[in-house]
């Protein structure tokens, strides 16, 4: 079987050339990493539980008309995609104060907001992903007004729709992040959501106890990571609802 070709690697995940042009393989890695990679594990299972939890939000995405990058799922790690000129940029939207907008701003850790507020990071490990505003963006020529608008109305569209499916299993959408690619058709382009929506790129708290059901987990050394990403799967019916830990889990075709 011929080796295939690596297209990049990150801190969670492999993309691979896909089998058709224009396609990738998308690979979801057993690695746990915090503080810009200053903390890191192997969380056995980890892969498994992103990549089923990715394809149900990706799929219910595109369900409902809000394109994604997401073509099939393969096997239990890996996904196949579109392949999408990645904007240089985390699109982070917040319902409830939490994390580094707490430290900044001293609001109490889930306070909730007066309306989901919309911040963006520039993607550069070295610089700490810093917070970009809106004039930075056009000014480098990462996005134009029009796209930043597309891509505003795009989040809070992904947002309704995760807030009230989680919101339906008794959890609390805190806040997430997501990326967003350019794909063209001819001459036209198009924006989608791209990269991944799992517990690594949101936070989830349980609404009657607030227990953590994201990666503050292991950020913060509060339990295990691979029982609170299972206890998200196993709420949204990804796993039996008999299961409460999966350290290999095993997952609905």
């Given amino acids: 079987m011929a080796r295939r070709k690596k297209i990049y690697e990150g801190k969670a995940k492999i993309l691979y050339e896909g089998p058709e042009p224009g396609t990738f393989v998308q690979y979801f890695k057993d690695d746990a990493t915090a503080y810009n990679a200053e903390k890191k594990d192997v969380i056995?299972?980890?892969?498994?539980?992103?990549n089923?939890?990715?394809e149900f939000f990706m799929k219910g995405l595109n369900h409902i008309g809000v394109p994604t990058h997401f073509i099939k799922r393969l096997n239990m790690r890996e996904q196949l995609i579109r392949a999408v000129e990645i904007i240089p940029l985390e699109v982070i939207v917040r319902n409830y104060a939490a994390g580094s907008m707490s430290k900044r701003m001293g609001i109490e850790e889930g306070t909730q907001l007066p309306r989901p507020i919309i911040e963006f990071s520039y993607k550069d490990d070295s610089l700490g992903d810093p917070l970009v505003p809106e004039e930075y963006i056009i000014a480098f020529g990462w996005a134009s007004q029009q796209d930043l608008d597309d891509i505003v109305a795009l989040a809070l569209r992904v947002n309704d729709f995760l807030s009230g499916m989680m919101l339906g299993v008794g959890i609390k959408l805190v806040d997430f992040k997501i990326e967003i690619g350019r794909v063209w058709d001819g001459d036209f382009q198009r924006l989608i959501v791209?990269?991944?929506i799992s517990p690594d790129s949101c936070r989830l708290w349980d609404i009657e106890t607030g227990q953590k059901l994201d990666k503050d987990v292991f950020r913060r050394d509060l339990g295990s990571l691979a029982d609170a990403y299972t206890e998200?799967?196993?709420r949204l019916g990804v796993l039996p609802s008999n299961v409460t830990h999966a350290v290999k889990p095993h997952v609905i075709n």
Avoid at 44 to 50: E, F, Q
């Fill in 44 to 50: 056995d299972g980890k892969g498994v539980l992103n």
């Fill in 52 to 54: 089923r939890l990715s």
């Fill in 194 to 196: 791209a990269d991944e």
């Fill in 232 to 234: 998200v799967a196993r």
